[in-house]
């Protein structure tokens, strides 16, 4: 299978730099169908064929464990990943530990991620104090080996309640995806959902009968800030109203933020990663109807700072386009 999947990427990358008549053929890695990084990856695709003249491709991989190897070797061009997860693949820290991928660039915030755990309502878990009261007895999505960025947004908001992953009864689980379909299934019991996203929207109608999903509201106090940033230094917690529309906003909560990054490899042609940096810069409006987390997006925010490297295309962009870079 990796095999195959490292043969796909190579005829890809060949068709990308093919004869100059040719259309020019573009590898975007994405997550498994359901997955923040598939809705992304999609809508990218979509824009960058319909405005940008550029064929684009998506190929669903298992994660980012799976893909972002490939992006730092070029055999795939771009992909997406959380900022903090960028930052401890280059450096081979964090989930990346002793595995360093240093020719990964920055392109640019596709949006702000919003994510938090959940929990059927019905077990009454409002609060990660409630959670904390009730951990022994509770079984939590673990392991995340296809994602391993997943374990560290689970670890820092236990950390925010001062708990750990040995407080539950772990269940390991592939990818982000499967954790969130064994919360529906009833496999687990706590599990870490992104904001309104379609795995989550399922398994809340499979949830129906206990009451659909609930988020449980983090603790935004300063102590329980500092424990949760020991985990992801550049995440936020951020208040969200009630909103009977979006599955687990029963009631207000404090959930996650953090940037979710569009990002390639050094040695991608500066003029292609300027034309898509620019497309996705100048189509905000079209990539939120084709998956509404876009709508979150702004544009003069695009370029946050970052321990890694801007892409010499992307910068070209933002200069031209008057973006502060590390604004």
Known sequence: MRMIKTLFAAA???ATYAGGAAAQVVGVASGQPGS????TGQA?????NQEAGIT????PLAGTTAYVPLINRGEMEFGFANAVEVGYAVGGTGNWEGRPNPNLRMVGMMFPLRTGLMAPA????????DLRAKAGELRIASEYTADTIIRYYIMGAL??????YDDFRKVPVSNFVKG??????????????SLNSGAGKKANVQLAGRGGLQYVSMDDSAEGQKRFKEFLPAASIIPMKANPNIPGLIEPANIVEIPWMMFT???????????ITKAVAENNAKLGEAFGAFKRARVEKMAPKSAVEYHPGAVKYYREAGIAIGG
Do not use: C, F
């Open 122 to 129: 019905d077990l009454g878990i409002k609060t990660i104090a």
């Open 265 to 275: 490899h050094a040695d991608a042609p500066e003029d292609l990663v300027y034309r």
């Open 159 to 164: 950390a925010n309640g001062g708990m750990s």
């Open 44 to 48: 990218v695709a979509k824009i960058l």
């Open 180 to 193: 969130i379909q064994a919360l529906g299934d009833g496999l687990v019991d706590v599990s870490l959902v």
């Open 56 to 59: 684009a491709r998506t190929q």
């Open 36 to 39: 923040l990084g598939h809705n």
């Open 12 to 14: 890809i990358l060949a």
